[in-house]
């Protein structure tokens, strides 16, 4: 038997398959970015553990949004920004992937990096050539010349 929906109550009553009821009232939590006061609602605490996340949201509504629309420039800052329990909101796999053109033979294809353009990006099959090369390049020179230092500015 379902108890009727009530979207005004504070405290939201769920009967588990083992019988115990689990409720969830409002709390208050304080948002980390901006210090404000927001309300982690009962509906908002059923939906979480619905999810199987055990971790309360940190942020407030506001700054969620406003995290979630600097998304894409926070990851090409610093890689892959993880976003606790809202991660796994969208349910799709963890790795992005990006598409890309293979550098070598010009296919293609996708990676799970965003491809800055600063190295070149290889298909699969290309990958797996370039890293054989790079690999047999190595063992044919087993004490790599090291680098030039640094060149200090002189003083004057
Ligand atoms: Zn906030
Ligand atoms: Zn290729």
């Not at 055990?54 to 990851?75: F, G, Q």
């Not at 298909?123 to 087993?142: D, G, L, T």
């Amino acid at each position: 038997m379902n108890a009727p929906p009530h979207l005004a109550g504070f405290l939201i009553k769920r009967q588990t398959s083992e019988g115990s009821t689990v409720s969830y009232q409002d709390r208050n939590i304080a948002c980390r970015d901006c210090n404000r006061e927001f309300v982690f609602t009962g509906g908002e605490q059923e939906f979480y553990a619905s999810k199987g996340l055990m971790n309360d949201p940190v942020r407030c509504p506001d700054c969620r949004a406003a995290r979630k629309s600097a998304r894409s420039t926070l990851e090409s800052d610093s890689g892959y920004v993880r976003y606790g329990g809202a991660a796994s909101f969208s349910g799709r796999t963890p790795r992005q992937m990006h598409p890309a053109t293979c550098a070598t033979c010009g296919e293609m294809t996708e990676v799970p990096f965003i491809p800055r353009g600063d190295r070149p990006v290889y298909c699969s099959s290309c990958f797996s050539k370039v890293r054989q090369e790079q690999e047999a390049a190595a063992a044919a020179q087993p004490s790599p010349a090291p680098s030039a230092p640094p060149v200090e500015l002189a003083e004057r």
